[in-house]
């Protein structure tokens, strides 16, 4: 596992129950089915997706991704026991969900140094316009109220259509980067961005352009 105890497992779009039944029954040690390892769905009766999942010192599960479909979908993220049960005492009832009023989406998750969480993704508005989201939560699965705004923050460059978080990373000094993409014109193209916040989610202004930096090509970024 590394010397940090804990791991980025899996970035995929896949069913949360099915990433976990794939990918977490082999074990570490002998490359052999556990048969201990038996996976909880927390949405047997809706549509939903895992974006990354990250593994905590005890070896409990993080995942975060979505639930619904396009545009009433909610970002969530949910945490697992070592063998596979939802952890009741994460969030509300083992969930967490992204406190939005429109769509939202969570493409990926990061454990801090003091063991707290930091997920990225987007949030819709009108008909193809998004702004990114940074999300701080705790490990108990509450908003970290001292972050951003009550927890979050968002972002959309001024003029722009959509902008989408795909990726992020914890500096050393706890800084949060940030990667991902915004509209360019009219035609639905796309160029890469980034951003670096600070601790407490303000933007980082020694970074880039006032925490920002743009990227002009009109290309999907490919950040994984």
Partial sequence: MGSSGKKNISK??????TILSILLP????????????LP???????ESSSFAMVQQADWKLVLAG?????????AVVVRFMPNGSI????????IFRLPTPSGSVFHDIKITGDKSFIAVGAVSEKERHSKIVV???TR??????????????????????????????????????????????????????????????????????NGVITFSNKAYPSVY
């Fill in 26 to 37: 082999l074990s570490a040690w002998t490359n052999s089915t556990d048969e201990t390892f």
């Fill in 40 to 46: 909880e769905d927390p949405f047997p009766d809706k």
């Fill in 87 to 94: 952890d009741r005492d994460f969030g509300e009832n083992g």
């Fill in 66 to 74: 979505e639930v619904g479909t396009f545009p009433a979908r909610r």
């Fill in 140 to 209: 108990d699965g509450s908003l970290d109220k001292s972050f951003g705004e009550d927890g979050i923050t968002l972002f959309r460059g001024k003029g722009l259509r959509a902008e989408v978080a795909l990726t992020c990373d914890i500096q050393k000094d706890g800084k949060i980067v940030i990667v991902g993409w915004h509209s360019v014109g009219d035609n639905h193209g796309m160029a890469m961005r980034m951003l670096r916040l600070q601790k407490n989610g303000d933007f980082d202004r020694e970074f880039g352009d």
């Fill in 12 to 17: 995929s779009c896949l069913p949360l129950l």
């Fill in 135 to 137: 999300c701080r939560f």
